[in-house]
Every structure is written in C-alpha cells, then in structure tokens.
C-alpha cells in the first residue's frame, strides 16, 4: 500500500494544483481565444496580475477599452514568438498607458510549459512571478 502512494521518483504526492483550477480560481486568465486569433496555437493565459495591470482600463483612461489593449498584448507575445525564442522562457514588451500621461514600457516574462494534459502552453506574467 504505501508504494501506491509513490510516483516513479519514488516521491510522495502531497499536493498539486492543475492549470485549470488556477483558471477556475481567477489566478490565470484564459485568452486562448483571442490568442488563436493572434495566430498563436497553444493555450494561452495571463496572470490575474498582468491582467489587472496591463488589460483592465483603469478609471479616468479615456480611449481604450479591456478588449483592444487585451488584443495588444495578445499580439506582442505573438511577435516575440515569431522571433522564434530559445528556451521556455522569453520576454516580451508592452506600452502601457494607465494614466493620461505618456505611455510607458512594461516587460513581461512569458513561459511554454506543460500543460494539464502535458501538452504544449503559454503562461505570460511578471517577471517575478512563478
């Protein structure tokens, strides 16, 4: 019986917590729709962060809306694909104006990991988040 409770590392499974319940809770923020759109064919997501950050028109920012800037930031991370990075982690900037100031320059960490079902998908963040 105790053997059944080992993986093949001979490690214990404590805890684990899937992608989808990171969406289910609000954590991530699916956008695979809108991504698939920008061309890019693996699942996508976003922090619930970045989201907020970046995507969400903060009040008093006349001329934009949650769906242009969301498709902005959709196609940058397009464009940083296109550049065919090395490795499962790259980054990617945005212009961002959350103020009526100039907009500013905003960099983000993007990663291509496994999925759920271990298949191929793309989580964008900042660069300290996990």
Same mark, same amino acid.
């Given at each position: 019986?105790?053997?059944? =409770?080992?993986?093949?590392?001979? !490690?214990?499974? @404590?805890? &684990?917590? &899937?992608?989808?319940?990171?969406? %289910?809770?609000?954590?991530?923020?699916?956008?695979? /729709? @809108?991504?698939? /759109?920008?061309?890019?064919?693996?699942?996508? $997501?976003? &922090?619930?962060?970045?989201?907020?950050?970046?995507?969400?028109?903060?009040?008093?920012?006349?001329?934009? %809306?949650? $769906?242009?800037?969301?498709?902005?930031?959709?196609?940058?991370? &397009?464009? $940083?694909?296109?550049? =065919?990075?090395?490795?499962?982690? #790259?980054?990617? $900037?945005? #212009?961002?104006?959350?103020?009526?100031?100039?907009?500013?320059?905003?960099?983000? =960490?993007?990663?291509?990991?496994?999925?759920?079902?271990?298949?191929?998908? @793309?989580?964008?963040?900042?660069? !300290?988040?996990?």
């Amino acid at each position: 019986m105790e053997d059944e =409770k080992k993986t093949d590392g001979g !490690w214990e499974l @404590i805890d &684990s917590y &899937s992608r989808r319940q990171a969406i %289910d809770d609000g954590l991530l923020v699916d956008v695979s /729709e @809108i991504a698939q /759109e920008a061309g890019i064919r693996y699942p996508v $997501a976003i &922090s619930r962060h970045v989201y907020e950050s970046y995507v969400a028109v903060p009040a008093g920012v006349a001329g934009q %809306d949650e $769906a242009g800037r969301l498709w902005d930031a959709v196609w940058m991370l &397009s464009c $940083a694909l296109r550049r =065919k990075p090395r490795g499962q982690e #790259f980054r990617l $900037a945005l #212009f961002v104006n959350n103020d009526r100031q100039a907009a500013r320059r905003v960099e983000l =960490k993007a990663v291509c990991g496994p999925g759920d079902d271990l298949s191929p998908c @793309i989580t964008v963040m900042q660069p !300290w988040e996990d």
